[in-house]
């Protein structure tokens, strides 16, 4: 049958590839050393990830060709900054199916978008006794700002508990829901666990109950196919810098009657039409919520970015990160006694691992591995709740993204086993 398939069909039943190896050479900073020599084993992209030739080109060339304001200079470099910048943010919503690129508001970070949902929408919209839940999972990003709005509006935090493996409890989802939350925020896929939550499952479930939805992308941008109107999400949010963007970039997406109906975050210049001595109109969304100078450059790296991850195919990238997740879990399982890894089973989980190994403190284990040139996280990834849920006091955590390999996979063993070695002596 193959043999007399037509090349499309073939190239359709094929599934999607990234060839790491190849994309290496886009990363600069693969090609350096650490001091003792060694080449860098960089395993630690769920904190932040590296970033290609064509995400440094773009903030370079803002910077060294056409350096000027956005949305009011009428001369020829400004004019190009706005376009570079308006283009980024059709390429940032392109990447996640956005209905409309005004849709999209750049912000510095997930972190600061969540912030802009919970001082804007959340401010207006949470009163006395109203219920939002979370999930136990949470990234204090998406923790921390619920704490401080509930704690000023006297409303309530409710969490759907999570499994020994790491999955959300549906069961107590659904009672949660008889409360009729304001709103359920949750992250797509876990920084601590790899898990990745049935979005779309748990977004049709409180709407039925009456509850808006937010989402925290962070971990799942770079590394999934992401649909925002497949999912029906309401709000959704993610950082650039984890997405082989720049530092200093991110979006806030939300369904353009929200925003529209949300008061503005922050003040300022760009974010209004009309300002009095005595009182302002806002501008059209997104602009309402982008006041003062935004870091230009860094959101035109992110749509860069966002240009480069489609361009290698979010199905592909998916394909080679849970491969590498399920490698790296049959390795560490096999090369390294006594390991322990926390979350899903291989297979259907993001490209995340957590571990420890027995009475060595992940802080050691890092500072070891840093010898070998390997860079992994250590401690409690901004899940304290999380750890505290499995009895942990931080863990040791490696995590994948387009250019990681096998190989750096097998270095971390070999690292590992020579921790164990050193702390049986
Ligand atoms: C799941 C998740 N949400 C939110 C964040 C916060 O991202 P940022 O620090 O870029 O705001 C992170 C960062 O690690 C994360 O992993």
Known sequence: MADTATPTARIRTQPARIDPHRIRA?????????????????????????????????????????????HRGI????????????????????LINAPEAAEI??????????????????????????????????????LVPWQVLVQERDGDLEFIPITDD?????????????????????????????????????T?????????????????????????????????????????????????????ELLEAMPPFLAGGDMIREVHLRRSDWNEIPYKFEAGTPDIAAEIGLGAAAEYLMGLGM?????????????AIETLRREVPGIEMYGPEAGDRGGVVSFNLPGIHPHDVAQILDRSGICIR????CTMPL????????????SFNVYTIPEEIDALAVGLREVVRIFER
């Open 204 to 256: 049709e479930m409180a709407h039925a109950a009456g509850a808006l939805v937010l989402i925290d992308g962070a971990q799942a941008v770079p590394h999934i196919p992401v649909d925002v109107q497949a999912i029906g999400a309401d709000f959704y949010v993610f950082s650039g810098h984890k997405m082989l963007g720049p530092t200093g970039s991110g979006a806030l997406w939300a369904r353009r």
């Open 26 to 70: 886009d990363f600069p900073i693969l090609a350096t050393a650490n001091r003792f020599g060694k080449p860098l084993v960089y395993l630690d992209s769920a904190a932040t990830s590296l970033k290609p030739k064509a995400v440094i080109e773009a903030v370079d060339g803002y910077n060294s060709e056409y350096s000027s304001n956005i």
């Open 105 to 142: 508001v750049f912000v510095r970070n997930a972190t600061e978008a969540i912030n802009l949902v919970a001082y804007s929408w959340g401010r207006r919209n949470i009163g006395r006794g109203d219920t939002i839940v979370l999930t136990e999972m949470e990234h204090h990003a998406n």
């Open 75 to 94: 001369y020829e470099i400004a004019e190009r900054a706005t376009a570079a910048y308006e283009a980024a943010r059709v390429s940032t919503a392109r």
């Open 387 to 398: 750890h505290e849920r499995f009895d942990l006091a931080a863990t040791a955590r490696a």
């Open 315 to 327: 199905d592909a990238i998916r394909v080679h990160e849970q491969e590498l997740a399920r490698y």
């Open 166 to 202: 790491g999955l959300l409890r549906l069961e107590v989802y659904e009672a949660l829901l008889h409360l009729h939350p304001k709103l359920v925020a949750f992250t797509h896929v876990s920084n601590m666990l790899g898990t990745i939550n049935p979005v779309r499952e748990l």
């Open 378 to 381: 250590a401690g409690h990834h």
